[in-house]
């Protein structure tokens, strides 16, 4: 019994389809095919109902499905069982928000590597949301995101790191405009409304009773307060204390009544298995 076919049987039944389990784990479907029925010949059980337009598990294929999670997990922590010198080890792969990312992530990742240099960290970008999608499906180990706005995945769990408060930006020559005149008047940056942020502004507006005329949609909250203090609208965007001070020239003004607070979390799943390796993760990010 290969780790392939395992892997193999645990993708199909995660995406529904041959063809979409070959293309992730970069394999051909043939090759896949080849893996199933080789599997199924060893346990002499039928794993998928074929004659569906959409493969399904039998029931004998739940049971295996079950059992292939288990062993595929402790495959993949054997490293960390196994380790036993100082520090941690094994491998963590990461998803992170572009603000953490440009914010205190590089500099724990420096503190992790030279604190733990046999750990070895794998980090990708993303939204908040498609990144909660990734940690339940098991791509990623953790993710660092934006605190979830409902609805998002019941099954993972939420550590808090740190906090941003959110902020309207727009040019300096406006300075003595009130919050709502500059949302009603001025062309509106908007932050993504896809992102777990976007919403909270959006949700924020309409408790406000305020419409505001849309002039973009982007998705990076630098970008939006450049193209505020230029002079091309308002953006209400969310800002660390550092963010603040390096802001020179502008208009802020603290959006919401109280102002909003983005808190800034770490998402990973009930059950993972590297939870004492993304707690030191936690940790340094804290620190930062």
């Given at each position: ?221 630098e970008a939006l307060s450049r193209m505020a203090s230029r002079g ?57």
């Amino acid at each position: 019994m290969s780790l392939k076919a395992l892997r193999s049987l645990v993708a199909i039944a995660k995406y529904g389809s041959f063809v979409k389990a070959a293309d992730i784990l970069s394999l051909t479907p043939s090759a896949i095919s080849l893996q199933i029925k080789s599997l199924e010949n060893e346990l002499r059980v039928t794993l998928f109902d074929r004659s569906r337009r959409q493969v399904t598990l039998t029931e004998s294929g739940q049971l295996a499905l079950a059992q292939a999670e288990k062993i595929l997990a402790k495959y993949d922590d054997m490293a960390n069982q196994l380790y036993s010198g100082p520090g941690l080890s094994g491998k963590l792969r990461i998803g992170a928000i572009q603000t953490a990312l440009s914010g205190p992530l590089p500099d724990a990742l420096v503190w992790l590597k030279n604190h733990h240099p046999k750990l070895h960290i794998s980090v990708v970008s993303g939204m908040s949301s498609e990144l909660a999608r990734m940690v339940q499906d098991g791509e990623l180990d953790a993710a660092i995101t934006t605190e979830p706005v409902k609805p998002f995945p019941s099954n993972l769990n939420v550590s808090v790191l740190y906090q941003d408060l959110f902020w309207a930006v727009a040019a300096q020559h406006l300075q003595g405009e009130s919050l709502v005149d500059l949302l009603v008047k001025q062309p509106f940056l908007r932050f993504d409304k896809r992102a777990w942020a976007g919403r909270v502004i959006e949700q924020e507006l309409s408790r406000m009773g305020i419409r505001v005329t849309e002039e973009m949609e982007l998705d990076s909250q630098e970008a939006l307060s450049r193209m505020a203090s230029r002079g091309l609208g308002v953006a209400v965007v969310p800002l660390s204390n550092d963010d603040v001070q390096k802001l020179q020239g502008v208009t802020l003004l603290p959006f919401g009544n109280p102002q909003i607070i983005r808190r800034i979390v770490l998402l990973e799943h009930e059950k993972s298995a590297r939870q004492h390796l993304t707690s030191v993760l936690a940790n340094a990010l804290r620190e930062r």
